[in-house]
């Protein structure tokens, strides 16, 4: 579907520290700078849902409820925002998307291809990018920052998480790019894979 018609859905995945939200927005402003409509979004949402899980539901959190949480999360951002601007012409780029709680919720200790299965009738993004860096990069680059979550931000946890999302790259739902590299060469990157899969004229 052209842009004239319909936006592009995009997604930024990886561990905290990997750059997402940095980039996300470098992007918004590439688009701009293009003529086209563009916003950022990230997952979990603040919705009521997610505040509940990690307040008054804190005690009984565990992999199978984040996940089923956040799926729930995840199907109202698509029906409240995402679809809405889609159907305006407006790119969507989401910091996190269903990878995230794949990756995540697996590594809790719910199994792979059940969080999957959960996530199954998730709007699919046009493009899903994989921002791949070690963790203990990761944790160096956000010493000092706060986190929305805090609770995943241990070494060996989020090795576990890298591995599974280094299982989906091999699966092909997401399209990997090394973000231990600079900054502006990481980004050269993203805007390449954009051009070569949803098409050069884009951006």
Do not use: C
């Amino acid at each position: 579907m052209s842009q004239s018609n319909r936006g592009f859905f995009i997604v930024l995945e990886g561990i905290d520290g990997a750059g997402k939200t940095t980039l996300a927005k470098m992007l918004i402003d590439k688009f701009k700078s293009k003529g086209l409509d563009a916003i950022y979004t990230y997952e979990p949402t603040d919705s009521l849902i997610v505040k509940a899980v990690k307040g008054d539901y804190s005690p009984y959190r565990d992999a199978y409820i984040d996940a089923l949480a956040f799926a729930l999360d995840r199907l109202i951002h698509v029906k409240k925002l995402i679809l809405p601007m889609l159907g305006k012409g407006v790119t969507v780029i989401s910091d996190r998307y269903f990878y995230s709680s794949i990756a995540y919720q697996s590594a809790m200790g719910a199994p792979y291809e059940w969080v999957a299965e959960v996530n199954k009738y998730a709007l699919r993004p046009d493009l899903a990018i994989y921002l791949d860096i070690p963790p203990e990069v990761a944790i160096d680059r956000r010493k000092g920052l706060p986190s929305r979550f805090p609770e995943f931000e241990e070494r060996e946890f989020l090795e576990k998480v890298r591995q599974y999302y280094k299982r989906m790259v091999s699966e092909g739902l997401l399209v990997e790019v090394d973000a231990t590299r600079k900054l502006q060469t990481v980004y050269s990157e993203v805007i390449e894979k954009i051009r070569s899969l949803l098409g050069s004229d884009i951006i």
